[in-house]
């Protein structure tokens, strides 16, 4: 696994206990975002993502986790 998924799963985790916690509003706004930016990257690349070797739903699980780290290296 290369550096840019491992620090997406170390934000993600920290994104989590901060919900989790409560410690602050804003990164929960920022977790928020995020999470829409990453929808919104699947809507975008659909039909790349399908037609890739993968299931849809991994396909946006993946999306949600890594967004363009997932989709960047899928055939066009």
């Keep these: ?9 170390g934000l ?3 994104l989590g206990a ?7 509003d804003w990164v929960n706004y920022f977790a ?3 999470l ?3 929808i919104i990257e699947y809507v975008v690349f659909f039909k ?5 070797e993968n299931n849809l739903f ?4 993946m999306t949600l986790i890594f967004g363009v780290l ?5 055939k066009k």
């Design 18 to 24: 901060n919900y989790l916690l409560g410690f602050s």
């Design 1 to 9: 696994m290369d550096k840019g998924k491992v620090f997406t799963i």
């Design 58 to 61: 991994y396909g946006f699980l």
């Design 48 to 52: 790349r993502i399908r037609s890739s």
């Design 36 to 38: 829409t930016i990453h």
């Design 70 to 74: 997932y989709i960047q290296p899928l």
């Design 12 to 14: 993600w985790a920290a």
């Design 32 to 34: 928020i975002l995020l």
